[in-house]
T-cell receptor, first 114, second 112 residues
Framework: GESVGLHLPTLSVQEGDNSIINCAYS??????FIWYKQESGKGPQFIID???NMDKRQGQRVTVLLNKTVKHLSLQIAATQPGDSAVYFC?????????????WGLGTSLAVNP | SQTIHQWPATLVQPVGSPLSLECTVE??????LYWYRQAAGRGLQLLFY??????ISSEVPQNLSASRPQDRQFILSSKKLLLSDSGFYLC???????????FGPGTRLTVL
């Protein structure tokens, strides 16, 4: 079936290190990808997005890489801080009839050790 | 700027009781609105979405229903709650024709 999944359910990093969270998708028709951060007890917060006509997009301390050949998406967080501890979700957007639908991954829990 | 509100923040209800969760969006017109449920430690499950007043699409058959009585108001209801309805309920909005959804703070529902 079609799905968006994550390679690692949990990731533990040292403060100051770089973090890489991976995501695989299976539908080559998906043309838009989003990363969200969800802190405990809160709603998901938009981090960064990328369209399928791009390979890389950078934000503040975050970079999203898209490899369409292998249907792989990654989120890189530079100089990880304790405030980055959260669950990170990738989602893909694709046409579904007359609507566009977000398909969500399962999430990766990032723990930052001081 | 746009803001999205949900209430209540937490709710504890007995099995068989009714439910009404409310979501409102400010600072935008004719948004697409969404209700999601998230079980503990799990991903997001889309329950309902709406592209306009009175227009509701259901993604998962269940004992929940949704209504959109006003442009920026989205309500999630149930006549009789089940234990399996416990979870974290999230409302989201987006501008029609765009892709990014923005989430509210969520409602933690516990059915006992």
């Amino acid at each position: 079936g079609e799905s968006v999944g994550l390679h690692l359910p949990t990731l533990s990093v040292q403060e100051g290190d770089n973090s890489i969270i991976n995501c695989a998708y299976s539908n080559s028709a998906s043309d838009y990808f989003i990363w969200y951060k969800q802190e405990s007890g809160k709603g998901p917060q938009f981090i960064i997005d990328i369209r399928s006509n791009m390979d890389k997009r950078q934000g503040q301390r975050v970079t999203v890489l898209l490899n369409k050949t292998v249907k792989h998406l990654s989120l890189q967080i530079a100089a990880t801080q304790p405030g980055d501890s959260a669950v990170y979700f990738c989602a893909e957007n694709r046409a579904a009839g007359n609507n566009r639908k977000l398909i969500w991954g399962l999430g990766t829990s990032l723990a930052v050790n001081p | 700027s746009q803001t999205i509100h949900q209430w209540p923040a937490t709710l504890v209800q007995p099995v068989g009781s009714p439910l009404s969760l409310e979501c409102t969006v400010e600072g935008t017109s004719n948004p697409n609105l969404y209700w999601y449920r998230q079980a503990a430690g799990r991903g997001l499950q889309l329950l309902f979405y709406s592209v306009g007043i009175g227009q509701i699409s259901s993604e998962v058959p269940q004992n929940l229903s949704a209504s959109r009585p006003q442009d920026r108001q989205f309500i999630l209801s149930s006549k009789k709650l089940l234990l399996s309805d416990s979870g974290f309920y999230l409302c989201a909005w987006k501008v029609g024709g765009t892709d990014t959804q923005y989430f509210g703070p969520g409602t933690r529902l516990t059915v006992l």
